[in-house]
């Protein structure tokens, strides 16, 4: 069965609400990590479904980006800010990720400087407390942001 451009839509916002409640409710910060590049690739897909009937196998975000063109959909004066959250997303959330554990996931985060944070002043230090919980609510952040300007960019466009 192949899916059209709104069963990407509405995968990307089911999966988005799981990833919201796996990280407030449950605390599986693992699942909510998944559940929010998911719901940012089907988002992607969704916009990259309704230009072409193509299928596209890959799953990069980098890659979903260019193909869906989801940045035409942003104003040139917020270019730069959507490129960048979706290079940083870009970043955090690869597709092996979702084949990773708990102690992979942790191994990535290390190994990709993702445990650090920037601090208002600037200066950077090492994320304290749990990697996994604040990696989750980043990548969380970002799909929340990604996949709402998707869903508001989807209706006005759909009038």
Same mark, same amino acid.
């Given at each position: 069965?192949?899916?059209?451009?709104?069963?990407?839509?509405?995968?990307?916002?089911?999966?988005?609400?799981?990833?919201? /409640?796996?990280?407030?409710?449950? %605390?599986?910060?693992? +699942?909510?990590?998944?559940? $929010?590049? +998911?719901?940012?690739?089907?988002?992607? !897909?969704?916009?990259?479904?309704?230009?072409?009937?193509? #299928?596209?196998? /890959?799953?990069?975000? @980098?890659?979903?980006?260019?193909? $869906? !063109?989801?940045?035409?959909?942003?104003? $040139?004066?917020?270019?730069?800010? #959507?490129?960048? @959250?979706? $290079?940083?997303?870009?970043? @955090?959330?690869?597709?092996?990720? @979702?084949?990773?554990?708990? =102690?992979?996931? =942790? =191994?990535?985060?290390?190994?990709?400087?993702?445990? %650090?944070?920037?601090?208002?002043?600037?200066?950077?230090?090492?994320? %304290?407390?749990?990697?996994? %919980?604040?990696?989750?609510? /980043? +990548?969380?952040?970002?799909?929340?942001?990604?996949?709402?300007?998707?869903?508001?960019? #989807?209706?006005?466009?759909?009038?």
């Amino acid at each position: 069965m192949k899916l059209n451009a709104e069963d990407y839509l509405e995968a990307a916002l089911e999966h988005l609400e799981l990833a919201q /409640r796996a990280y407030n409710e449950y %605390k599986e910060y693992v +699942v909510a990590y998944y559940y $929010s590049g +998911v719901a940012v690739e089907s988002m992607l !897909r969704a916009y990259m479904r309704a230009g072409s009937r193509d #299928w596209y196998p /890959r799953h990069g975000i @980098r890659e979903l980006v260019e193909k $869906s !063109r989801f940045l035409d959909e942003v104003p $040139s004066s917020s270019h730069e800010e #959507w490129s960048g @959250r979706l $290079s940083e997303l870009n970043l @955090r959330w690869r597709s092996e990720n @979702r084949y990773m554990s708990q =102690r992979a996931l =942790r =191994r990535y985060i290390v190994a990709s400087g993702l445990d %650090k944070s920037r601090h208002y002043d600037g200066t950077a230090g090492f994320v %304290k407390g749990n990697l996994l %919980k604040h990696n989750a609510a /980043r +990548v969380l952040d970002l799909a929340r942001d990604i996949v709402g300007l998707g869903d508001v960019k #989807w209706k006005s466009l759909r009038k």
